[in-house]
């Protein structure tokens, strides 16, 4: 879900960033191309975001993907507010904590219920 979110705002991004920039970049002094700016932003968040990707004990226990997944999710949130666009930075962020949230909330009850705890956490 977080995957998703960071490449719909990516995309959604990415357009908008050319039309900005190629107003106030002058072709005969400097060419630019936003849309690398874009693939390097991905591409360092990506790099930290395998850093957070570890395999615990057995090869059936991978922790950090959410992790990884939140990174980009913020770094494509970071773009859009950079560029100003405020109703999809708060449209991606609230959902996002909802996802997170949920998602801890089931994980939990998940692991209870597999170590046969049945005490109510509040």
């Known amino acids: 879900m977080l995957m998703a979110?960071?490449?719909?705002?990516?995309?959604?991004?990415?357009?908008?960033?050319?039309?900005?920039?190629?107003?106030?970049?002058?072709?005969?002094?400097?060419?630019?191309?936003?849309?690398?700016?874009?693939?390097?932003?991905?591409?360092?968040?990506?790099?930290?975001?395998?850093?957070?990707?570890?395999?615990?004990?057995s090869e059936r226990q991978v922790e950090g993907l959410t992790t990884a997944a939140?990174?980009?999710?913020?770094a494509a949130d970071g773009m859009s507010t950079a560029l100003e666009l405020w109703v999809l930075a708060v449209g991606v962020t609230v959902p996002a904590l909802v996802v997170l949230r949920g998602v801890s909330l089931i994980e939990r009850a998940l692991w209870r219920h597999y170590r046969g705890d049945t005490r109510s956490e509040c």
């Open 70 to 74: 939140s990174l980009l999710l913020v």
């Open 5 to 57: 979110g960071a490449a719909s705002v990516m995309v959604a991004v990415g357009p908008v960033m050319v039309e900005r920039l190629g107003e106030t970049i002058s072709g005969d002094v400097l060419r630019a191309d936003p849309i690398r700016l874009i693939v390097a932003v991905i591409t360092g968040v990506s790099f930290l975001g395998a850093g957070t990707i570890l395999r615990r004990g």
